[in-house]
T-cell receptor, first 113, second 115 residues
Framework: AQSVTQLGSHVSVSEGALVLLRCNYS??????LFWYVQYPNQGLQLLLK????ATLVKGINGFEAEFKKSETSFHLTKPSAHMSDAAEYFC???????????WGAGTKLIIKP | SAVISQKPSRDICQRGTSLTIQCQVD?????MFWYRQQPGQSLTLIAT?????????ESGFVIDKFPISRPNLTFSTLTVSNMSPEDSSIYLC????????????FGPGTRLTVL
């Protein structure tokens, strides 16, 4: 079975500062890993994904994440936060053995002016 | 990626009534999912809508409360029956295209408030 843990229900950073949102997963088979973003009053939008190959993946809006198998992590980063990044971020894991996605609890990113 | 629309975008309903939510996709998709997102919470899968067969429900969700239809490969409905205030949530439709990597695309959601 798979599981996802997102550390920190709320993360607050200043505009221009580094954004780091943490995601750790558990999976007995090779995982597919996703980050989704949900802006207020909207559905979820795929930010980036890791499936196979290069472990550092780049997504939209300047975000990137690195798959670290030894640490079972897939942390999301952005070098410089922008006010428009304020949203809820969800990490999810999937595998070939299960068509569903397993979701983390979400992290609300707050940007301070 | 697929473009997904949902109707209605929001509604306020009275206790004991039912609401049907529609999900329309601009291309044929293999799998469609219905999620519930309670206020401040993560996503909970209600069911997988299968074309031509009954939906597959997750633990804690039953067909009598959340009947689902999927008449073709681009459309599905979710009905929330005999509503109570506890059903106040965002209901999200998502789709999986092809067989690649479990990636899902989401509709904008339906925001339901039950009084």
């Amino acid at each position: 079975a798979q599981s996802v843990t997102q550390l920190g229900s709320h993360v607050s950073v200043s505009e221009g500062a580094l954004v780091l949102l943490r995601c750790n997963y558990s999976s007995s088979v090779p995982p597919y890993l996703f980050w989704y973003v949900q802006y207020p009053n909207q559905g979820l939008q795929l930010l980036l994904k890791y499936t196979t190959g290069a472990t550092l993946v780049k997504g939209i809006n300047g975000f990137e994440a690195e798959f670290k198998k030894s640490e079972t992590s897939f942390h999301l980063t952005k070098p410089s936060a922008h006010m428009s990044d304020a949203a809820e971020y969800f990490c999810a894991v999937g595998t070939d053995s299960n068509y569903q996605l397993i979701w983390g609890a979400g992290t609300k990113l707050i940007i301070k002016p | 990626s697929a473009v997904i629309s949902q109707k209605p975008s929001r509604d306020i309903c009275q206790r004991g009534t039912s609401l049907t939510i529609q999900c329309q996709v601009d291309s044929q998709v293999t799998m469609m999912f219905w999620y519930r997102q309670q206020p401040g919470q993560s996503l909970t899968l209600i069911a997988t809508a299968n074309q031509g067969s009954e939906a597959t429900y997750e633990s804690g969700f039953v067909i009598d409360k959340f009947p689902i239809s999927r008449p073709n490969l681009t459309f599905s409905t979710l009905t929330v029956s005999n509503m109570s205030p506890e059903d106040s949530s965002i209901y999200l439709c998502s789709v999986r295209q092809g067989a690649s990597y479990n990636e899902q695309f989401f509709g904008p959601g339906t925001r339901l408030t039950v009084l």
